[in-house]
């Protein structure tokens, strides 16, 4: 858990944030090992930002990767509590993540809260498991 945030915590320094200013890092550690980072990218035209969570999920179905392989994922920002994903990206890890993958939100003082997604985004829209 706290090697997983400390990737996390590298990868921040990766950040495009020229706008807000707030650095977000993510990684992500699949079964063979490998850790994929993920950055916050913002844009002129804010509404085309990508968080960091969302970042490191497709970097890591990029990489040929699938929910499957994802053993865990963390999440840092400089936050008084442990970073809390937006909406968005919950209800992207919510298609991209298994459903008892662990999540490690965390700070820059050494907080981590383990959630999975089912906790932070309940009775969720799921085409492909609910809808049929
Ligand atoms: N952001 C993330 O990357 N992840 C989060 O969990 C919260 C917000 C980014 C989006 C934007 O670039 C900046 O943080 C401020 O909202």
Do not use: W
């Amino acid at each position: 858990m706290k090697n997983l945030v400390a990737e996390a915590i590298k990868a921040r320094t990766k950040t495009y944030s020229p706008y807000s200013n707030f650095a977000v890092g993510a990684a992500i550690l699949v079964k063979d090992g490998t850790i994929i980072h993920g950055v916050n990218i913002e844009n002129a035209s804010y509404g085309l930002s990508n968080c960091a969570e969302r970042s490191a999920l497709f970097s890591t179905y990029s990489s040929g990767y699938k929910k499957e392989d994802i053993v865990a994922m963390a999440i840092v920002a400089d936050t008084k509590k442990p970073v809390s994903p937006c909406g968005a990206c919950r209800q992207v890890i919510n298609e991209l993540v298994e459903k008892d993958t662990p999540i490690y939100l965390a700070n820059l003082k050494g907080e981590i809260k383990q959630v999975k997604i089912a906790d932070l985004l309940p009775y969720s829209f799921d085409e492909l498991e609910n809808n049929e």
